[in-house]
T-cell receptor
């Protein structure tokens, strides 16, 4: 089976940096996604990591270590609009079915 | 281009009834996948359709079914509704499937079962 863990809630200050961790235990790992979901809205794609290392995309970066079953999403220069739920999802097996964690609710305050 | 469209956005049903939800993918996308989102379980994969064929299926009972039409529009059906089926049902489309990385989600259909 697969188990994906991420913190339930985090708070941070506008302008700061926050790191959201995601750990997973699964067989047949293909890759790891991060999605952002604002309350009442559709999830939107942030990143997809297949290989180990850091991928940077503007203010957001995502890191993956396959050997450790570990990923993090790094958000820099936080803005109020970054307050949202961040979903970690693992693609597994030959079918590549995405398995989602329960999401981390990030609250950015002034 | 137009995004993923789901209808209806909200609906209320009673136990034992059935419901059909619709999803229109982004033009040109051939894959449609469905998800159930609840506060307790998070986002859970239901199934994926690609070129009118079910390609993958999650761990949901047979009461949950779906289909895809030749224009890639998809429907999912839930029969004999239970209270626990109350959830946000999301569909996502992509050009070649859930294995390609980026999924484009619709805003969902919020189902309440009384």
């Amino acid at each position: 089976g697969q188990n994906i863990d991420q913190p339930t809630e985090m708070t941070a200050t506008e302008g700061a940096i926050v790191q959201i961790n995601c750990t997973y235990q699964t067989s047949g790992f293909n890759g790891l996604f991060w999605y952002q979901q604002h309350a009442g809205e559709a999830p939107t794609f942030l990143s997809y990591n297949v290989l180990d290392g850091l991928e940077e995309k503007g203010r957001f970066s995502s890191f993956l270590s396959r050997s450790k079953g570990y990923s993090y999403l790094l958000l820099k220069e936080l803005q109020m609009k970054d307050s949202a739920s961040y979903l970690c999802a693992v693609s597994i097996g030959g079918s590549y079915i995405p398995t989602f964690g329960r999401g981390t609710s990030l609250i950015v305050h002034p | 281009k137009a995004g993923v469209t789901q209808t209806p956005r909200y609906l209320i049903k009673t136990r034992g009834q059935q419901v059909t939800l619709s999803c229109s993918p982004i033009s040109g996308h051939r894959s449609v996948s469905w998800y159930q989102q609840t506060p307790g379980q998070g986002l859970q994969f239901l199934f994926e359709y690609f070129s009118e064929t079910q390609r993958n299926k999650g761990n949901f009972p047979g009461r949950f079914s779906g289909r895809q039409f030749s224009n890639s529009r998809s429907e999912m059906n839930v029969s004999t509704l239970e209270l626990g089926d109350s959830a946000l049902y999301l569909c996502a489309s992509s050009f070649s499937g859930v294995n390609t990385g980026e999924l484009f989600f619709g805003e969902g259909s919020r189902l309440t079962v009384l």
